[in-house]
Antibody, heavy 117, light 106 residues
Framework: QVQLVQSGAEVKKPGASVKISCKAS????????VHWVRQAPGQSLEWMGW?????KPSQKFQDRVTITWDTSATTAYMELTSLRFDDTAKYYC?????????????WGQGTTVTVSS | DIQLTQSPSFLSASVGDRVTVSCRAS??????LAWYQQNPGKAPKLLIY???TLQSGVPLRFSGSGSGTEFTLTISSLQPEDYATYYC?????????FGGGTRVEI
């Protein structure tokens, strides 16, 4: 069964960092990209970046986000630094194709990050 | 960045209705468009990719069409489980972008 299981909810103070993990199973990990997408309360989905053979964060987050993976552990990670109140959101990892028009077909359950003083 | 504008943002419909959601891209994206369904508190679910290809396991009442800048998601006969928010997403250009969403309610 193909699935992505994310780490648990986090509460952080402004200026801190958060690192979320995403454990993949049921498929050949390196045959797909891993995307990171976030959703603030009541808002739309916002793409943060992806990793495949290389990593490419969105320019909006380029200075604050680091996406990595451990292929031996079939786990991807997303670290967001210098947290602000508006980083409060649910963060998803998701599986996508390396190339082509196939969509993002498998999603993790989401990790809620709350930034609060 | 490519902007995706969905319309309407909110839609009220009854069971059995034919429902259409539009997604307009700020520049041409070929057929690099996907549609997702999201229920409250849940992760998005892929419905359609490559503008018109139905994802495995998705009911046939869902269909997608369009290319270039204009795209449409159609639900031929709305079912109770279809009440959700729908998003379009493009992957033709970096960065990947999503539309603002269309909420379908009774």
């Amino acid at each position: 069964q193909v699935q992505l299981v994310q780490s648990g909810a986090e509460v952080k103070k402004p200026g801190a960092s958060v690192k979320i993990s995403c454990k993949a199973s049921g498929y050949i990990f390196t045959n797909y990209a891993v995307h990171w997408v976030r959703q603030a309360p009541g808002q739309s989905l916002e793409w943060m970046g992806w990793i495949r053979s290389n990593t490419k964060p969105s320019q909006k987050f380029q200075d604050r986000v680091t996406i990595t993976w451990d292929t031996s552990a079939t786990t991807a990670y997303m670290e967001l630094t210098s947290l602000r109140f508006d980083d409060t959101a649910k963060y998803y990892c998701a599986r996508g194709p390396l190339t082509g028009r196939d969509g993002i077909d498998v999603w993790g359950q989401g990790t809620t990050v709350t930034v609060s003083s | 960045d490519i902007q995706l504008t969905q319309s309407p943002s909110f839609l009220s419909a009854s069971v059995g209705d034919r429902v259409t959601v539009s997604c307009r891209a700020s520049q041409g994206i070929g057929s690099y468009l996907a549609w997702y369904q999201q229920n409250p508190g849940k992760a998005p679910k892929l419905l359609i990719y490559a503008a018109s290809t139905l994802q495995s396991g998705v009911p046939l009442r869902f269909s997608g069409s369009g290319s270039g800048t204009e795209f449409t998601l159609t639900i031929s006969s709305l079912q109770p489980e279809d009440y959700a928010t729908y998003y379009c997403q493009q992957s033709n250009n970096y960065p990947v972008t999503f539309g603002g969403g269309t909420r379908v309610e009774i």
